[in-house]
């Protein structure tokens, strides 16, 4: 089955070797960006060790055994459900469990349950796999927990940690397991995959990958009618910025970005004019129009680059991204956003 999983194909690679060498160590860190498809290969890999039908090195894919494997309810988080997060999740396949974070962080408790469980003796296969998703949320207590099981790990049971950020684990967790690095997901790859297999029209699937940065999860979790909206409106920033100098229009905009129907989606707007303001400056610098995010709107494009004069295109990138990192700490984002749409427009 690692054959229909998108990208990736070293870490394919990779795998198929130490599977038909039987040398799977016990401990795997799979690290690369959101959405690209790491649980799913720790998943694969679980399927490649218990199916009953495939090949040495491949899962059928189709057997009741694999169909199981995938089978996992992971319950909404609710301030009533913390004791439902103690515990590892298990699907279909009583050999295959998940440990996942409740609200920002995965509880020590389910840490100790995936040790327990991870010495209990295979239910229907020949060993047992454990997921430990956003492995990076484990704090202290539950970081030092899981180091206890890969200090000894029970021959039986492998354990697979998924994470986007694998500075953020400890030194001597990263040491006990060998790490995969997943790369993004080629454009090309992601719209072929959103047109066979997610139905996607032509334009929206060549759209949605190149908003999708290399992640096949942020490809298929963008509503294209949304982002066109928001895409218009971040456009008339932009027009207004570089073509009219409109300061009162802006400012209306700040304030629309962040009035209540908008707010939640305060981040995708940032991003999506700083996706705009990219594609202007690589037709101002380059002409290379192949490679632009908003590809369906190159004559507004080029039209904007050629008004664009002297503007300091790469220094409205950097306040954009500096805007997104302070929201971190919980800054004032109409006052934010106003005082960006004044320095685009001098």
């Given at each position: ?80 459900n913390k004791s439902e997060f103690e515990k590892v999740f298990f699907g279909g396949h009583l050999d295959v469990g998940m440990a996942v974070a409740y609200k920002n962080f995965i509880l020590v408790d389910a840490i100790r349950d995936l040790e327990k469980q991870a010495n209990y003796r295979p239910f229907e296969g020949p060993a047992r796999f ?217």
């Amino acid at each position: 089955m690692f054959k229909y999983l998108i990208g990736n194909d070293l870490v394919k690679h990779t795998l198929k070797l130490l599977v038909a060498n039987g040398r799977v160590p016990n401990s795997l860190l799979f690290a690369g960006d959101e959405g690209i498809g790491k649980r799913q290969f720790a998943l694969e890999l679980s399927r490649n060790f218990l199916c009953t039908d495939g090949e040495i090195d491949e899962a059928c894919g189709v057997c009741p055994v694999c169909s199981r494997v995938k089978e996992f309810n992971i319950p909404q988080v609710t301030d009533k459900n913390k004791s439902e997060f103690e515990k590892v999740f298990f699907g279909g396949h009583l050999d295959v469990g998940m440990a996942v974070a409740y609200k920002n962080f995965i509880l020590v408790d389910a840490i100790r349950d995936l040790e327990k469980q991870a010495n209990y003796r295979p239910f229907e296969g020949p060993a047992r796999f454990f997921i430990v998703n956003e492995a990076d949320r484990m704090n202290e207590n539950a970081s030092n927990a899981l180091l206890k099981i890969l200090e000894e790990p029970p021959p039986t049971s492998y354990i697979f940690l998924i994470t986007s950020r694998p500075d953020s684990l400890l030194p001597t967790i990263r040491s006990r397991c060998q790490t995969l690095r997943f790369a993004p997901v080629a454009v090309e790859e992601i719209e072929q995959y959103l047109i066979n297999e997610r139905a996607f029209s032509h334009d929206e699937a060549r759209l949605a990958s190149r908003l999708a940065r290399g992640s096949i999860g942020r490809a298929v979790s963008i509503n294209i009618s949304d982002f066109r909206g928001r895409r218009d409106r971040m456009l008339g920033v932009l027009r207004d910025a570089i073509a009219t100098g409109d300061r009162a229009a802006l400012m209306r905009a700040s304030d629309e970005m962040n009035d209540a129907k908008n707010k939640e989606s305060f981040e995708e707007s940032l991003d999506t004019l700083e996706s705009l303001i990219h594609d202007v400056w690589a037709i101002r610098t380059t002409g290379d129009e192949t490679r632009l995010v908003n590809a369906d709107l190159t004559d507004d494009l080029k039209r904007l680059a050629d008004e664009s004069g002297t503007a300091d295109l790469p220094s409205w990138i950097t306040e954009t991204e500096t805007l997104r990192e302070n929201l971190i700490v919980n800054i004032n984002r109409k006052v934010a956003t106003a005082a960006l749409f004044a320095e685009m427009v001098g």
